[in-house]
């Protein structure tokens, strides 16, 4: 595999644009990736586990990270709930000889991309439209009209930093969203370092 597992693949768009699903998608179909798990500081949800899903931890214990420097980036993504990448983990996937696939926000894309400019595949994840990304959050039930607001408006300010990543893929049919993300990702894996 040379040294293709210095490699990063960023997966990156506002909350509801599918990036999740398409994630999980190029994971099932490239054995060589490996799911990068972020940090956090919200709460769990029913359905998700610890290590797998997320490194849940505390805000105190979050914010001793970031004055350690542990992170490759992090971000307050919603009001108390921080997010970031840790260095240990993109380090435990290399080791493994694998790549690491980040799935994060659009601030943590731009961050890594900075951080790792020759290395590194993004790729956002566009919805249709604005309306059509109101109604698939609006869909899944898990959220308030507060909270649908504050999503919707985030969603339409991170929209506007599409031109910041290696490759746009709009996520009008999912089917079609994932057999270009692995196109695009099967063309990164075969170019040399």
Same mark, same amino acid.
């Given at each position: $595999?040379?040294?293709?597992?210095?490699?990063?693949?960023?997966?990156?768009?506002?909350?509801?644009?599918?990036?999740?699903?398409?994630?999980?998608? %190029?994971?099932?179909?490239?054995?060589?990736?490996?799911?990068?798990?972020?940090?956090?500081?919200?709460?769990?949800?029913?359905?998700?586990?610890?290590?797998?899903?997320?490194?849940?931890?505390? %805000?105190?214990?979050?914010?001793?990270?970031?004055?350690?420097?542990?992170?490759?980036?992090?971000? $307050?993504?919603?009001?108390? &709930?921080?997010?970031?990448? #840790?260095?240990?983990?993109?380090?435990?996937?290399?080791?493994?000889?694998?790549?690491?696939?980040?799935?994060?926000?659009?601030?943590?894309?731009?961050?890594?991309?900075?951080?790792?400019?020759?290395?590194? #595949?993004?790729?956002?994840?566009?919805?249709?439209?604005?309306?059509?990304?109101?109604?698939?959050?609006?869909?899944?039930?898990?959220?308030?009209?507060?909270? #649908?607001?504050?999503?919707?408006?985030?969603?339409?300010?991170?929209?506007?930093?599409?031109?910041?990543?290696?490759?746009?893929?709009? &996520?009008?049919?999912?089917?079609?969203?994932?057999?270009?993300?692995?196109?695009?990702?099967? &063309?990164?894996?075969?170019?040399? #370092?």
């Amino acid at each position: $595999m040379s040294r293709t597992y210095k490699k990063i693949i960023i997966i990156t768009a506002p909350s509801g644009a599918g990036k999740t699903s398409i994630t999980r998608h %190029l994971l099932q179909h490239f054995p060589v990736l490996a799911f990068s798990v972020s940090a956090t500081t919200r709460k769990a949800r029913a359905n998700e586990t610890h290590g797998k899903d997320y490194y849940f931890i505390t %805000l105190e214990d979050f914010k001793k990270k970031i004055v350690n420097d542990e992170f490759i980036e992090w971000e $307050m993504v919603y009001v108390g &709930n921080y997010y970031g990448t #840790l260095k240990t983990e993109i380090e435990r996937i290399w080791s493994e000889g694998k790549i690491p696939v980040l799935d994060i926000d659009v601030k943590g894309a731009i961050h890594v991309q900075r951080e790792y400019p020759i290395n590194t #595949l993004s790729i956002f994840i566009e919805p249709p439209s604005v309306e059509v990304l109101r109604e698939r959050l609006s869909s899944r039930g898990s959220e308030t009209q507060d909270t #649908l607001e504050t999503r919707v408006s985030k969603a339409s300010y991170e929209i506007t930093f599409k031109d910041h990543f290696d490759e746009v893929i709009v &996520n009008d049919d999912l089917q079609k969203a994932c057999k270009e993300a692995e196109l695009l990702v099967d &063309n990164f894996l075969n170019q040399p #370092l």
